[in-house]
């Protein structure tokens, strides 16, 4: 499951990680070398989701009887930053968040894994493309993809029903009609049903989530923000804030404060408050866990161009070895496991509702036997679909752009081409800074 990184944690990792220098690489083992002691993961992971990775620990454990896995759950990203810019992070950190590869690569926090994957002579061409261009960063590779994830839109059948509807929406245009059908209002001109609710600081509805429904470029080619020359992001902004602006956005913000936790059993769409919304295939797990009557189909994001319809934003957790690392070859050793094992990766997938990013596991029949998960398989390997781009300061354009679109949505910005040609500036300052 990913989580989206706050603006905090972004200045956390400047601070802790940017600031220190790379060091040197540490020699490593022969090959061949038996490895053996204990190595420290954290994760982020808690409760079921905890469980499962504890079950395919186990099992590395069985195949590895000389390395013991000490594990920390419930360890964010901010947490395992600090660790290791005091100099105790753990032997293997796995992040939430692929927008810190870049941060994580250009410092030095995590450290360079070429030279355990070229004396194991370990294939990244059985990874998926996408999974290998956001777990490095300028031909560095600090980081292996540990399951990804794929955004797509669930939407509740029964409310379809009682509105005439059927097919799910497959265009920007469907979905704002759909919208309107499905929303339900008060006597008193409130909110008791919303079809589809579109600001951006809502659960899931990140710019980044929606991005490759109109195709937008974050980065030029030479690094800089792309926001205000690709036409793509005027497009999908005025498609947004047209949907609000027939809501209403008090009448909006109102509603969204009475919704319970995206994470908990209140979640608005398992509880038939939103109709239809943008999420991931691990809400397939929570739906079964915390709504199991809940009637719902999944499709892809619809799209300003019926021709890119399939795709979506990929995306996924990651795994890497720190810099204070105190047993890196058996930290490397898990690391491999988890993320090229086939047989660990399927299981994990199976466990966790996520998608499996080596060739073989992402063909494994039994996980296409569930109709729900094998349509975000779908979305995952579909050539449309797309991640937002390394940078060597982290998440800081993404961040700076969203405090830009919390105040278009809400009506501050007059101007939507100067507004844009300003979060530009503002974005390649907070890069420039970064880097």
């Known amino acids: 499951m990913n989580k989206r990184l706050a603006p905090a944690l972004f200045a956390l990792i400047l601070l802790s990680a940017g600031c220190t220098p790379a060091p040197k690489e540490n020699k490593i083992a022969d090959p061949g070398t038996e490895v053996s002691g204990t190595v420290e993961l954290w994760h982020f992971f808690t409760e079921r989701e905890a469980d499962a990775i504890a079950q395919v620990?186990?099992?590395?454990?069985?195949?590895?009887?000389?390395?013991?896995?000490?594990?920390?759950a419930g360890q964010d990203d901010s947490k395992v930053t600090q660790a290791i810019g005091a100099g105790n992070g753990p032997d293997v950190g796995l992040s939430y968040s692929t927008d810190i590869v870049g941060k994580f690569c250009a410092s030095g926090a995590w450290v360079d894994l070429k030279q355990y994957i070229d004396r194991d002579q370990v294939d990244l061409a059985k990874l998926n493309a996408t999974t290998r261009s956001y777990t490095e960063f300028q031909g560095k590779r600090c980081a292996m993809p540990f399951l990804a994830d794929a955004y797509g839109m669930f939407y509740n059948k029964d409310l379809f029903a009682k509105a005439?509807?059927?097919?799910?929406?497959?265009?920007?245009?469907?979905l704002t009609a759909y919208a309107k059908?499905?929303?339900?209002?008060?006597?008193?001109?409130s909110l008791k049903t919303v079809g589809f609710l579109p600001l951006y600081d809502f659960y899931e509805n990140?710019?980044?989530?929606l991005a490759p429904a109109v195709g937008a470029k974050w980065l030029t080619d030479d690094g800089k923000s792309a926001i205000g020359s690709d036409p793509a992001w005027k497009t999908l902004l005025t498609w947004q804030k047209n949907l609000v602006d027939w809501y209403g956005y008090d009448k909006l913000t109102k509603f969204r404060a009475g919704l319970g936790d995206e994470y908990s059993a209140d979640n608005a769409f398992q509880k038939g408050q939103v109709a239809i919304n943008i999420d991931a295939e691990y809400r397939l797990a929570f739906v079964k866990d915390?709504?199991?009557?809940l009637k719902y189909g999944v499709a892809p994001i619809p799209t300003s161009d019926a021709a890119h319809y399939g795709g979506g934003y990929v995306t996924g957790n990651i795994v890497g070895i720190s810099k204070n690392a105190k047993n890196p070859e058996a930290a490397w050793e898990l690391i491999k496991y988890l993320t090229t094992n086939d047989q660990a990766i399927v299981k994990l997938a199976g466990l966790l509702k996520n998608i499996p990013t080596t060739t073989a596991a992402i063909n494994d029949p039994g996980?296409?036997?569930?109709?729900?998960?094998?349509?975000?398989?779908?979305?995952?390997?579909?050539p449309n679909s797309s991640t937002t781009p390394p940078s060597s300061s982290g998440p800081a354009y993404q961040e700076t752009f969203g405090q830009f679109l919390n105040g278009y949505q809400s009506g501050k910005v007059k101007d939507l081409d100067a507004g844009l040609a300003e979060a530009d500036k503002q974005i390649n300052s907070v890069m420039t800074l970064g880097g």
């Open 290 to 293: 915390q709504s199991p009557n």
């Open 164 to 174: 005439g509807l059927s097919a799910p929406p497959k265009t920007l245009d469907e």
């Open 367 to 382: 996980l296409h036997a569930d109709a729900d998960f094998k349509t975000f398989i779908d979305i995952f390997t579909n």
């Open 57 to 72: 620990v186990k099992d590395f454990e069985n195949d590895h009887p000389k390395i013991k896995v000490t594990i920390k």
């Open 206 to 209: 990140s710019p980044s989530h």
């Open 181 to 189: 059908k499905l929303t339900v209002k008060n006597p008193d001109g």
